[in-house]
């Protein structure tokens, strides 16, 4: 008798055991999580307390000083005069350019993709993509560096670094293109083909309507990858004090600025006004897409 | 009209032939912007330690940089395994469908937006004085504080694969777990991962694929010593930040010593991303 009531509690302890074990692996799970998400909570919370205090509208219609202008604020415990204008315009011009170079051939290798599915070709084709994906951004700066500052514009230039950028886009608007082609239900296209509609046809009327969010969110999401890139462009576009819109012309941006301002200790108050903007942006673009993507599955 | 079938294809087809071409423009690009340094000093390029832009006594040789590029990533995977995998189980497996998964989710896909000079001010303004305040190293720089910056940055990456693959594990299986009386932690080390082990490897490689490559962050950071690091806390410099720093004074042989570890850098993450995307094709 007694030696099963011994028995019992030790097959009750080894469950209790068992079941604190769960427990404290659970638990672990639990705070391992909650440190893997902190890093945004603080990040957004430093961008948030210490760049409010300069961000009034003159941050975004004045171009940024120079050093002696914020060093002359901070002798008299000012905020720093003057904005990010040439900053803004300047990743505006080079996103719109990259995007130009890079949604028309992206989406046109997409399609290929998708036409061409099993064939050798295009395995090879997808494999590229993925190789270019992976090539680190300054890599694709160097590259930009040689083909576009040394070959065509002679110098630092908005349309070498908005290569570099479109460069970097190309990989992610090709696949976003495809998988959205692939869940396009092949009757629909099958039905335009059956009405003897031409195959350019079905791509503007059929393919390009049907999958219009997909392609999109696809390209948003491939801007937001690129807006805030600051190595390719420390190669290509070098940056400018004023506001400029010619492409063959040295250009700023907000992350050349960011750069620019955190290495001038007369400037460094900026940094944290400029990244909280850029993180505006990037996040607004991320808010549409999930938008979007979110309106499509309803 | 008669050939506007042929027409769209021949248009399809020399767009996918751009992107064929362009890589291999830059392979060449690269290529034959290293020729005069491997000229110079052959092999030795790879295998020296010596990195002197003084004229005259002029030395180049990529191996801190190299030895600096998989040390600091290797730290990031090390410290990012742990925190991204259970952010997975908690995705996947724990809060699977719930809303906090959802919450949980998309705060791990902000991380993957943020931009990396951002990272840089961060690591530089927050965690480099907390390196300094916790006495690993004086001034806070070094590969150690790049490694932690980068594996917050790659955590997204490797969060996102090995969630999907977590989840693809079979219910039956999970199920027959349970019903043997299998506690959660059971299933998941003796079910989920032994299931999923190959996916989960490959989405670290990619990870590491992408942590080779980062610039900004880490030239803020690791210190830009051209040394090999000889400790955790020493700083160092990596191929990516080598060229972000020295490319706007470079000319002559200096400037095909970075284009040649440019070229480096291309070969190293084209073969880890290579392994790991062969390996998640093995899966499908």
Same mark, same amino acid.
């Given at each position: 008798m ?18 604190l074990?769960n427990?404290i692996?659970?638990?672990v ?7 893997? &998400?902190?890093?945004?909570v603080l &990040?957004?919370?430093?961008l ?31 905020i ?12 505006l ?14 989406l ?12 050798k ?28 500052v ?6 630092f ?20 293109t ?10 629909i ?28 969110t696809?390209i948003?999401?491939a801007?937001s990858?690129?807006?805030?890139e ?9 940056g ?14 907000v992350?050349?600025?960011i750069?620019?301002?955190?290495n001038?200790?007369?400037m ?6 400029s990244?909280?903007?850029l ?7 991320n808010?549409?897409?999930?938008h ?7 | ?9 021949i248009l399809?087809?020399?767009?996918s032939?751009?992107?064929?071409l ?11 912007g290293?020729i005069?340094?491997?000229?110079e000093?052959?092999?030795n ?11 005259g006594?002029?030395?180049y040789?990529?191996?801190?940089f ?11 995977i ?8 259970s952010?997975s ?15 949980v989710?998309?705060?791990?896909d ?14 530089f ?8 305040d ?34 693809m ?26 299931n ?10 990619l ?23 000889k ?7 990596t ?19 970075l ?11 084209g073969?880890?991303?290579g ?10």
């Amino acid at each position: 008798m007694i030696s099963l009531i011994i028995k019992t509690k030790k097959y009750l302890k080894g469950i209790n055991t068992r079941i604190l074990k769960n427990q404290i692996f659970a638990g672990v799970v639990f705070v391992f999580s909650f440190i893997t &998400i902190s890093p945004i909570v603080l &990040i957004i919370y430093k961008l948030i307390s210490k760049g409010y205090k300069q961000i009034n509208l003159a941050f975004f219609t004045e171009i940024a000083p120079d050093t002696y202008e914020a060093m002359i604020a901070l002798g008299n415990n000012k905020i720093i005069p003057g904005g990010i204008l040439n900053g803004i315009t300047g990743t505006l011009l080079m996103v719109a350019l990259a995007s130009i170079i890079a949604i028309p051939i992206g989406l046109l290798i997409g399609i290929f993709l998708y036409e061409n599915n099993k064939k050798k070709y295009a395995n090879i084709v997808r494999d590229i993509t993925d190789i270019i994906q992976g090539v680190p951004s300054i890599v694709l700066g160097l590259i930009a560096y040689f083909w576009v500052v040394k070959g065509i514009t002679h110098g630092f230039s908005a349309l070498a670094g908005s290569f570099a950028l479109g460069v970097m886009m190309l990989p992610l608007i090709i696949r976003s293109t495809e998988e959205t082609l692939k869940m396009i239900p092949e009757t629909i296209k099958e039905a335009g083909l059956a009405l003897g509609v031409p195959y350019h046809k079905i791509i503007l009327r059929v393919l390009i309507p049907t999958g219009f969010s997909g392609l999109l969110t696809g390209i948003l999401l491939a801007i937001s990858r690129i807006i805030g890139e600051t190595a390719p462009l420390m190669l290509t576009a070098l940056g400018s004090m004023g506001v400029n819109y010619n492409i063959e012309k040295p250009t700023s941006a907000v992350p050349l600025l960011i750069w620019e301002f955190y290495n001038d200790p007369n400037m460094v108050d900026l940094i944290w006004s400029s990244s909280l903007i850029l993180m505006i942006f990037v996040l607004i673009l991320n808010l549409i897409s999930k938008h979007i993507i979110a309106k499509k599955n309803n | 009209m008669l050939n506007s079938e042929k027409n769209t294809k021949i248009l399809l087809f020399l767009a996918s032939l751009t992107i064929v071409l362009m890589a291999s423009g830059m392979v060449l690009t690269l290529i034959n912007g290293s020729i005069p340094i491997f000229k110079e000093f052959g092999i030795n390029f790879i295998f020296s330690t010596k990195w002197n832009p003084t004229e005259g006594k002029e030395a180049y040789g990529a191996l801190p940089f190299i030895a600096g590029t998989i040390i600091t990533s290797i730290i990031a995977i090390l410290i990012c395994f742990p925190l991204a995998f259970s952010t997975s189980l908690f995705i996947g497996e724990y809060y699977r469908g719930k809303k906090l998964a959802k919450i949980v989710g998309t705060m791990v896909d902000m991380l993957a937006g943020i931009p990396s000079i951002v990272y840089g001010l961060w690591g530089f303004y927050v965690l480099r004085p907390l390196i300094v305040d916790l006495g690993f190293n004086s001034q806070g720089y070094g590969i150690f504080t790049a490694g932690i910056i980068l594996a917050i940055m790659i955590i997204p990456y490797a969060t996102s694969i090995t969630t999907e693959i977590i989840m693809m594990v079979s219910n039956d299986l999970k199920e027959a777990g349970y019903s043997l009386g299998a506690t959660r932690k059971d299933v998941i080390l003796q079910i989920i991962i032994p299931n999923a082990r190959s996916g989960i490897f490959s989405s670290y490689i990619l990870a590491f694929g992408r942590a080779l490559g980062e610039t900004m962050a880490v030239t803020m950071l690791i210190g830009n010593t051209n040394i090999i690091p000889k400790s955790i806390f020493d700083t160092g410099n990596t191929m990516a930040s080598v060229i972000a720093n020295q490319f706007g004074e470079a000319d002559g042989l200096k400037l095909s010593a970075l284009i040649a570890i440019g070229l480096l850098l291309f070969v190293i993450t084209g073969l880890i991303n290579g392994t790991g995307k062969l390996l998640i094709r093995k899966l499908s």
